[in-house]
Nanobody, 116 residues
Framework: QVQLVESGGGLVQPGGSLRLSCAAS????????VGWYRQPPGKQRELVAV???????NYGKSVKGRFTISRDNAKNTVYLQMNSLKPEDAAVYYC??????????WGQGTQVTVSS
């Protein structure tokens, strides 16, 4: 079983930055894909960014060029650096772990609010 704990959310002004963390209870490299997803109020959950165990990354269209996903193997943690935040980035951000042959695991989520 994989436990994921997100942190780093909060209130930020438009144009500001936040860094989210997703700490895993297992060796992060044993997880095939770690992804960040977000769910704005009243909307469906959507992909923000993913990082594969080999290091390859992929981003949702709306965040490409502004957000960066990275990993600290020693800390078993995946980060999401969010720059140039917009009001439409406000959402609950979730971390997801995908291991082939196992159920997917989700964190509890962290709230990001972008407002002046």
């Amino acid at each position: 079983q994989v436990q994921l704990v997100e942190s780093g959310g909060g209130l930020v002004q438009p144009g500001g930055s936040l860094r989210l963390s997703c700490a895993a209870s297992v060796n992060i490299l044993s997880i095939d894909v770690v992804g960040w997803y977000r769910q704005p109020p009243g909307k469906q959950r959507e992909l923000v960014a993913v990082i594969l165990s080999g290091g390859r990354t992929n981003y949702g269209k709306s965040v490409k060029g502004r957000f960066t996903i990275s990993r600290d193997n020693a800390k078993n943690t995946v980060y999401l650096q969010m720059n140039s935040l917009k009001p439409e980035d406000a959402a609950v951000y979730y971390c997801k772990a995908v291991r082939v042959g196992y159920p997917n695991y989700w964190g509890q989520g962290t709230q990001v609010t972008v407002s002046s």
